[in-house]
């Protein structure tokens, strides 16, 4: 404990340099903690500059759960800086499902660049003050989150509501619209035709094992779901809809409910009104090349879009209120990721990475798949779910998982998949599939994509 500078309870033989040493060490710590105190996060519009120096500050404050990177660049050479938050930052740990939160796509909508910006503040102060609930969150989830995909469009942006300026990257392209998607065959540009920060973040999804993300953007409020873009197949009720549409519909509907006006639906004059706050994106209004569907299709991560204020750049008086109506919503989110059942694919010499995991009822185009530590994760509501599991040169594996309701809100269901030799396992590639996440965790390499002909004529058939 430090002395007090006005009376200072000391041994006799002190001596007057000894007492002028220890109250400066006492200012000095005052000092120290003003400084830190002064760092914290205040609710104003940051700068790239000033978005920098706070994330710098946590890298080097918070170590031991905070670890700041940079996932590409801009056109203009500015970094995509990524913040990532959880109690072993710098590397996944098994079991341990990964989120990203993504904002700031469109230059010009700004409150879920500073949203994620306090976001990582509350975070951060959670852990340092021994919050239970916050501490739990990071033991149980690595998050990642990047508050400005767009810096270069945020600074051309100028403050009106509703218009654009700012909106696209330095190229003039809208980075929502350039992602790769399947189901529009205009979409498929070549590489040299994506735009940086969207190559940037492929790369980081090809670089994770993401389980659950959102991206947050502006002029509207309301939680938007996959998919976008039309699959080519029977809409249903104007919906295009995907195989995991009641998760889809869950998640969308947990955010809208814990935030303050969202779940009302009608917030916004200049808007649509939306049942409960949540809407399909294509019945809402169609678009391809967006990176709710890319996420789905490609990373096996399941994305929804958050529209999170009316205005696209509010004045700066109203952030704090944002933060008031958002945070809630933004961590309940979050433990989304621990739905449904997790484990591992194991053959007769370990983990299999590329391993098949498809739920009997829910076979899309891009069938989930293992990553390089045999990981799969699958978000799935409470109920029982027929599970077949494929690997060359392996039976498939089919096993029924009862998924609890009460479950714990932290940890889905763990359950591994013993696989048994076999010499007799056809396989059939999947052209169309990407699948960005088999390196995730930081592989180099991709393993050939396949899926069994026996588990497809056997999914018919249940």
């Not at 670890?67 to 801009?74: C, D, N, V, W």
């Not at 994770?208 to 959102?214: D, G, K, R, W």
Request: aromatic fraction near 10%.
């Amino acid at each position: 404990m430090f002395p007090s500078i006005t009376n200072p309870i000391l041994p006799e033989e002190d001596s007057p340099t000894e007492l002028r040493c220890q109250r400066g060490m006492f200012l000095l710590f005052v000092v120290l903690l003003f400084i830190t105190r002064a760092a914290a996060l205040d609710f104003r519009y940051h700068d790239n500059t000033a978005m920098k120096e706070y994330l710098l500050h946590i890298n080097t404050t918070s170590p031991e759960i905070a670890h700041l990177h940079s996932i590409g660049r801009s056109v203009r050479g500015q970094e995509l800086w990524v913040m990532i938050v959880g109690l072993n930052p710098r590397q996944h740990t098994l079991g341990i499902p990964e989120f990203n939160y993504v904002a700031n796509m469109h230059g010009n909508e700004v409150v879920g660049r500073e949203l994620l910006l306090q976001l990582i503040d509350f975070l951060v102060e959670g852990y340092h003050s021994n919050s239970s609930s916050v501490k739990r969150l990071l033991s149980s989830t690595r998050i990642h989150l990047l508050p400005s995909m767009n810096p270069d469009g945020f600074d051309d942006a100028d403050t009106q509501c509703l218009h654009n300026q700012g909106r696209y990257n330095h190229n003039g392209v809208d980075l929502n619209r350039n992602f790769p998607d399947v189901f529009s065959d205009h979409s498929r540009q070549p590489k040299q035709q994506r735009e940086p920060e969207v190559e940037a973040v492929m790369s980081w999804l090809r670089s994770e094992t993401f389980v659950l993300s959102a991206n947050l953007h502006g002029g509207a409020l309301v939680a938007s779901y996959p998919y976008d873009s039309n699959q080519g197949r029977v809409l249903v009720g104007g919906a295009s809809v995907t195989p995991d549409n009641d998760v889809f519909v869950h998640l969308a509907k947990v955010y809208a409910s814990s935030h303050t006006s969202m779940h009302h639906g009608n917030s916004c004059v200049h808007s649509n009104k939306f049942a409960d706050g949540i809407t399909n994106g294509y019945e809402w209004y169609p678009l391809s090349g967006g990176l709710q569907d890319y996420s789905y299709l490609h990373a096996q991560c399941l994305d929804i879009t958050l529209e999170v204020s009316c205005c696209k750049f509010p004045a700066e008086d109203q952030l704090q209120d944002f933060w008031t109506a958002n945070r809630p919503p933004l961590i309940a989110f979050i433990q989304q990721i621990h739905l449904g059942v997790k484990g591992r694919v194991l053959g007769s010499s370990g983990p299999l990475q590329g391993a098949l995991v498809v739920v009997s009822d829910r076979l899309d185009r891009c069938p989930f798949t293992t990553d390089h530590n045999g990981e799969y994760y699958r978000l799935l509501l409470p109920g029982n779910y027929t599970f077949m599991v494929s690997f060359p040169g392996y039976q498939v594996a089919q096993e029924m998982l009862s998924i609890p309701s009460n479950q714990n809100g932290f940890s889905a269901l763990n359950h591994d998949f013993l696989m048994k030799p076999s010499s007799t396992a056809p396989a059939m590639i999947f052209p169309l599939c990407d699948h960005a996440h088999l390196q995730g965790g930081g592989a180099t390499t991709s393993p050939t994509l396949f899926c069994i002909l026996l588990l497809t004529l056997l999914l018919l058939d249940l």
